[in-house]
């Protein structure tokens, strides 16, 4: 079991970057594909990208591609979405999630994943 504790949410104005970092518990983190999920008020959850449990293959949602980059680092137990140029659109309840694989196993979809983060608030002003 792993569990997922999301930070580095805020307020940002359109244009600028924030940095999303999802904690994970747990020894055996290298043993999970790991994903970024978001809500937005009355919209239904959408994937953002994921990557695979040695960061070799990632995969991004059309919508965020050249402007988020997800990377993982298995000895600090930690995987980072970078997001630049954000849009008011981007604004949503953010999520890390975790999904038991091997080799190069990505998804993206919310359902194959087995533990979620709390979410952390990102806000894009225009």
């Known amino acids: 079991q792993v569990q997922l504790v999301e930070s580095g949410g805020g307020l940002v104005q359109a244009g600028g970057s924030l940095r999303l970092s999802c904690a994970a518990s747990g020894r055996t983190f290298s043993s999970y594909a790991m994903g970024w999920f978001r809500q937005a008020p009355g919209k239904v959850r959408e994937f953002v990208a994921c990557?695979?449990?040695?960061?070799?293959?990632?995969s991004y949602a059309d919508s965020v591609k050249g402007r988020f980059t997800i990377s993982r680092d298995n000895v600090k137990n930690m995987v980072v979405l970078q997001m630049n140029s954000l849009k008011p659109e981007d604004t949503a309840v953010y999520y890390c999630a975790a999904k038991s694989s091997f080799s190069m196993y990505v998804s993206s979809r919310s359902t194959d994943y087995d533990y979620w983060g709390q979410g952390t608030q990102v806000t894009v002003s225009s």
């Open positions: 990557i695979n449990n040695y960061g070799a293959r990632t």
